[in-house]
Each structure stands twice: as structure tokens, then as C-alpha cells.
């Protein structure tokens, strides 16, 4: 259900995925916060066109959708998933997007900016993101004109991007320095070096599940592969940190962790009503487990997927009808019985 | 390891147990608070051989033991195993015991009163533990001359035990009432009409998984039968109201219900470490799920058993050794998971 998690990546005891996004505008039409329906429509022709008619091999199973032709559900469960973002859906009415048939690409359109592409794969893979999503943005760039300038580079709709146009970003697993209340001194020496760090849903969602996604923050005046090295970097760094954290975990309180694994292991596989906020915590735990090596009875590319299809879009398009919290809660808890 | 819990009595979804106890003293010693030494090993002598040199059948397997011949953690076992009293304890120098076979009859010497015997039964059988406690104490008086006076009854150490010199108890598990609120109401209505209300190990203990001892309190003034009878009324009573509540439950709140039986039992076939405290809570909750017929996977008996093996003094008989809070609670895990 979750085709983008497929696979193992570098690191993947602790980086669940890598993502790379670029915003491109076209030159010649405004901004779609002041876009007309006309020239949304326009933008939108063109930017399809660019994709689906290209013989480039990277393009060739893209598939293209226009929001208003999505149920509200269905566009949520797409944002769940990471594949749109939930900017995307404040402008239903022009809003579309392009994606891979792996689930890899997503090229949405009008959003914050007429483009926004991001490549997201599993594990700590951000030099091959950074390649794929350079290439598909030089298929745009062969059809369409950018708004580009010689000094700034390209022009984006909040001045945040403007230059590289690019975010990359990386989702890390830090149970052990959310256990061991050291969590908090790390991600603030992250922000001090210019990076942000943002919950699983991003800006303004809380860090559910010890889920942690670290980006750059700036986009100007470096060129993608030093904002990308600097990142990796960092990242290596909380990987090391997280991975000592754990050692340190497993020699002085191994029976207190095992518990807390065991223990959260039963109760997925037991309840009978689960939040997801509670899910998370306790899909966190059994991740943590495998990872630290304390169980190997769990698959956890399924724990992955599961803190993705917990959520609850994800869960109302499982039982392919709108649901109330509590029947949420009831659903949530057999799917999770049922993966595990 | 709990023989007295074998079996199945009348009433078993609610009612765990049934105990008679008689306080007795011989005409001729001093109470036992006063007692010089050389009069309580004669006391000893003559009640230990009251029993076993008589001929009756009921008498036929018991055995002697003296306290100080006992480890003080093999005391402990006794006492959480209720075959003994926690009273027994502070004499250790001249208390001792018998206890049959069958561990349903313990005769106490030298406890608060030169005699206290016991039958203890599962389910509601207060009748067959009086019949049975009667004839017990009709064998030690062919051969022994009680503290007794025409007016007043036997004699006792402490005046509330005076006149019959029993007491009559009988041990409910009450989950639904607790859940609902309506506990505190009808614990209030029974010491209105005179009975005590105990939790798992008597006076001063709280009411440790849902589990409450109901007694008369009065002892002087009306026949055996007649508290007994009494006492049976009450009980009865109660059973309805917890079933009623039960039944209520399963109506309004099912899911809710199954999901904290499944979550107990999931965390109790888990856990890693576990306190007697939450151990009571989830194999009460478990008790709960086999009686109202959520789940039927779980031997009842094995949980009845473990209301007691969890107690602290037999998880370090059990290992055969003396352990710290933290290694009990270790070794209490590994029981659980174990026996589940």
C-alpha cells in the first residue's frame, strides 16, 4: 500500500527515507497565489505535456491527476503518504500533479509554485535523489522556460527557495535519543547549523513515533551537492549519536528496553481500539526493537508502512467509507492485527 | 502450586473463595499474648496431638510444622497462599501449624488464640466449610477442654471473637462493579448491615485485582448457621449486582471491555518486567474476559493460581532464592508468560 518504502536503503536502522524537492516557476505566468483559472489551465497544459510526451525514459509511467477529480479522502490519503503535499490541497480548484507509477516522482503542479517535484526514496539516499530529480527537472527544462535570474537563480513564490528552489530532506528513527532526554541538545545543534527540523507530517506537526525529518534551510548561495553534503553530514552525525544512544541503552538498561519492546509488540497485536497517536508510539517501539536487535519476528518494512497506514485517511480508505474517531480506532486496531 | 484453588466451586464467575475459621483456647493456659514458653510448647503438645492421634478420617493427613523451623521466606509463601495468617508470624518462636494434604484446612497454634482453624474452598461454599470445620473442631474437643463460658460462648483473646468464634468470609472478584463506579455504594450498604469488607490479604490490605473479602463482623448472639446464612444472603446479592454489571457493560461498552481484556492479556504475555501491583490489575482484567465470555483461550484456574504465585515471597521461592524488587519483577514476567 505504501510502494515508495519498498526496498532497503543505506541506514535504514535509522533513516526511513530520503526526499529531494525542487520548485520551478514558468516564466511567463504569475504565481499561483495570483494565478487566473486561465493561466492555471495554461500551467498546467504545459507542464503536463512537458512530462507525458517526453521520450525520456524516467518519464514514461508518470500518471497525471487533477485534484477536483479526487475525492477530499482519497487527496488525504495521497498526503498521508507523502506522495502531495497538504499545501497542494488548499487550491483544489487548480491543483494537479504527475506520479510515478513506483510512487517515486511526484510532479505537482500549482502549488506554492507552478512546479514542485520531489523524488522520495527509502533509506539514506539523497546523491541518487538529488540525480533523479535533476534529470526530470532537465526534461522540463527542454519544454518549458523557467523564471530564472543570472544572480538569484530560480524565482520561486516564497523567498525561502529562491535559488536552488531546493529542499532536501531526510526522516530519522531516534527513539533511543528521545529515551536517554538527549534528543533536544542534538536537534537544537541541527537548527544552529542552518538545518530544520520538522515532525512526520512537517512544519507544525509534532515528532509522532520518534520520526524526525532534518532539511536544509537555506537554498541560496550554495550550489544542490554542498547543501547535500552538508545535510548528509549532519545526518551522519544524529546517526552516530542514535546509534551510540542504543549501545548505551543495551548495556545499562537492556531488560527495561526489551520490555518496553515486548510490551508494545503485545499491545499492537492485542488491542482492540488504538489511536493513532498511540500506534505510532508503539509501532516506534517494535522498530526500535528491530533495529536494536531485540526481536526478529516482525518485518519491518511492515512497521514502516504501518506508520504511514495507521493514519486516518489511510484507515477510512481502508474500510472505503468515511468513519468517526472511534470507528477509526476499532479499524486501526485490525489492521494492525491483521500486519502483524 | 496452589492445591486449596483446585477445582471448581459453585459460583466460580464471581465468587474466588470461601473460608470458615474457629477461635478456640484451652480452659487452663493463658491466651497466647500472655503465655510463658513452657505453657505454649503444652499447649503445642495437646493440640498437635489431638489431632494426630485421632482416629478420624478427617484428621488422617495433616501435617506439623513449627514456625521456627521454617525459613522466613517459606512463612511468607504460607501467608500469600492464605494457609496461614500473617498473625501466625509475629510468634515465631511458639507458633505453629497444621495443614492437610489437601491444603483446604489449616489448624493454627498459638496464633491470637491457642486455636485457629481454617477450611478454605473454592467458589461459594460457606455450608461444606462450616460442615467441614465443625467436625474438625469436634475431634480436638473429645480430647481438649475449651475457654468457654454458658452465657458468652467460647472464650477469645480479642472480644470481637467471642461467642461463636468464627469468622465466615468469602472472597469476590469484582471488575464490573469497580469499572461502573457502584462499588464504593454497595461495599458501604454491606458494613451497614454489619459485615467487614477486606481486600486480598486482609485487614489494612487494599483491594488488589478487584478481589474483596466479605466477613461478619459479628460473632457473639447468633448461631453459626444463622451468620453463615446470613453472610450467603449478602454475597448472593452482590453476585447479581456484578453480573448485572457485566451485563451492562457488554451491552454499552463491548469494544471497550474486549480491548482492555486483549490488551492485559497481550501485556501479561509480554512483559519483561512486571510489578505484583499490575500484574493483579491485568489478571483481573483477564479473570473478567474468561467469566464474561470474551475470551476462552486462558485456563481460569491458571489465573486464580497466579493471583497468588505473583505475590512477592513465592516469586523468590520459586527461584530458590532471595531477589531485590527489581529481579522479582523480572522473575514474575517470566512466570506469567510461562503459565499463559
Redesign the interface.
Known amino acids: 500500500m505504501v510502494k515508495w518504502l519498498e526496498g532497503k536503503g543505506p541506514e535504514s536502522d535509522i533513516v526511513v527515507s530520503s526526499r529531494i524537492r525542487l520548485a520551478r516557476n514558468l516564466e511567463d505566468i504569475n504565481f499561483p497565489q495570483m494565478i487566473t483559472k486561465e493561466a492555471a489551465e495554461s500551467s498546467t497544459q504545459r507542464i503536463k505535456d512537458a512530462i507525458l510526451s517526453s521520450n525520456s525514459v524516467l518519464t514514461r509511467e508518470f500518471e497525471f491527476k487533477r485534484l477536483r477529480e479526487i475525492s477530499e479522502l482519497d487527496r488525504n490519503v495521497l498526503v498521508e503518504k507523502h506522495l502531495i503535499s497538504h499545501t497542494l490541497l488548499e487550491r483544489p480548484q487548480i491543483g494537479s500533479f504527475l506520479l510515478s507509477k513506483d510512487e517515486k516522482v511526484t510532479i505537482m503542479i500549482n502549488e506554492e509554485d507552478h512546479i514542485r517535484m520531489q523524488v522520495l526514496l527509502p533509506g539514506l539516499r539523497l546523491e541518487e535523489g538529488w540525480d533523479l530529480c535533476s534529470k526530470i527537472d532537465d526534461v522540463l527544462e527542454e519544454r518549458l522556460k523557467y523564471a530564472f535570474d543570472e544572480k538569484l537563480g530560480y524565482l520561486t513564490s516564497c523567498p525561502t527557495n529562491v535559488g536552488t528552489g531546493m529542499r532536501a530532506s531526510v526522516m530519522v528513527h531516534l527513539p533511543a535519543l528521545v529515551l536517554t532526554g538527549t534528543i533536544n541538545k542534538v536537534l537544537q545543534a541541527v537548527t544552529q547549523i542552518g538545518l530544520t527540523v520538522r515532525g512526520l507530517y512537517g512544519e507544525g506537526t509534532n515528532a509522532m513515533g520518534n520520526l524526525f525529518q532534518i532539511s536544509n534551510q537555506i537554498t541560496l548561495g550554495e550550489s544542490e551537492e554542498k547543501i547535500i553534503e552538508k545535510l548528509k553530514n549532519v545526518v551522519l552525525q544524529i546517526i552516530n549519536k542514535e546509534r551510540k544512544a542504543r549501545e548505551k541503552l543495551l548495556n545499562s538498561n537492556k531488560?527495561?528496553i526489551?520490555?518496553k519492546v515486548?510490551?508494545s509488540?503485545?499491545?499492537l497485536?492485542?488491542?482492540?481500539?488504538i489511536s493513532s497517536k498511540e500506534a505510532m508510539k508503539l509501532l516506534s517501539n517494535v522498530k526500535m526493537g528491530i533495529d536494536m536487535g531485540i526481536i526478529d519476528e516482525v518485518d519491518k518494512e511492515e512497521i514502516n508502512k504501518l506508520m504511514i497506514t495507521v493514519q486516518p485517511a489511510n484507515i477510512q480508505k481502508r474500510a472505503m467509507k468515511e468513519l468517526t474517531q472511534f470507528e477509526r480506532d476499532?479499524k486501526r486496531?485490525e489492521l494492525i492485527r491483521e500486519k502483524l
Chains 1, 2 share one sequence.
Not at 497485536?269 to 481500539?273: D, H, L, N, Q, Y
Open positions: 531488560v527495561q526489551e520490555d515486548y510490551r509488540l503485545g499491545i497485536k492485542s488491542a482492540r481500539i476499532i486496531a
